[in-house]
């Protein structure tokens, strides 16, 4: 059984925290003003959708019989369904209640977008309980490569990430596919998320350093595979997991 996994989930927080920021300042920068958007807590949103009375107003977007039951929200700027708000802080429970949120936007009836701890949400206005991840960059209406660790689209803003964010993202996602595969470690893989890190890291010239981040994510660090994985017949099947990831991005990485 792989140890060091209390350091594992600080180093994760840690990089989400500094993603949140990320985005914050992103945000910043595409108003118009530069001002600093309204802030409020997860634990607000959920108090206002549990204690505020029904929307009685006319959906204009759809008939009465399809629109969704509503109440009329002061912090996300107008009527949301009960119910998309509540999904949502579900998706979000991790964060814990007093996690801080922002609205980036709002779209009349259509939908509204949030963000919080590192993520962005859009709310769709005309239905119940839809609530979909989109990308981190402000603006972006695609979806991320892997919600939460890999938060950027894969079509655009993935391949505009630094070096440094490549990697911090490629470790946070191996470390995810490793506790995955807790009960089978050597059967830990990147997947495609990983293979979309890898075009990324050839975009940007860091191939090397991403493709270590994922490998060391998946596996442990290499050079400490005896002390992770005490069981011998473990260790070499890790070796081999390596081994074979390796090689396996490389092809990646030629093909990219």
């Known amino acids: 059984m792989p140890r060091n996994q209390s350091t594992a989930a600080r180093r994760a927080r840690a990089a989400q925290r500094e993603t949140g920021a990320k985005y ?30 029904e929307w009685t107003g006319d959906h204009p977007e759809v008939d009465a019989e399809w629109a969704p039951r509503m109440f009329d929200s002061a912090l996300l700027d107008g009527p949301v369904p009960y119910t998309s708000v509540l999904q949502l802080t579900g998706d979000l429970a991790a964060s814990g209640l007093s996690a801080e949120m922002t609205m980036e936007s709002r779209d009349g009836f259509n ?5 919080c701890g590192g993520r962005r949400f ?6 119940d309980d839809w609530v979909a991840e ?22 655009q803003h993935l391949a505009q990430r630094s070096k440094t964010e490549l990697a911090k993202m490629a470790w946070a996602w191996g470390n995810d596919r490793r506790q995955e595969f807790e009960s089978t470690p050597a059967a830990a893989h990147a997947g495609d998320q990983g293979d979309a890190l890898i075009a990324a890291a050839v975009a940007q010239g860091a191939f090397s350093e991403v493709a270590a981040e994922l490998v060391e994510g998946c596996y442990g660090d290499p050079d400490l595979i005896d002390e992770i994985y005490l069981n011998d017949a473990e260790a070499t099947a890790i070796r081999h ?16």
Request: with cysteine.
């Open 24 to 53: 914050t300042a992103a945000l910043r920068q595409a108003t118009a003003s530069g001002s600093s958007p309204t802030v409020f807590s997860l634990r607000e949103l959920l108090v206002e959708c549990t204690t505020s009375p």
């Open 111 to 115: 939908a509204v977008v949030v963000a």
């Open 122 to 127: 859009q709310l769709l206005l005309s239905q």
């Open 134 to 155: 989109l990308c981190l960059a402000p603006g972006c209406q695609h979806l991320p490569v892997a919600e939460s660790l890999i938060p950027y689209c894969e079509r």
């Open 241 to 256: 997991a390596i081994d074979n990831e390796h090689l396996r991005l490389r092809k990646t990485n030629t093909s990219a």
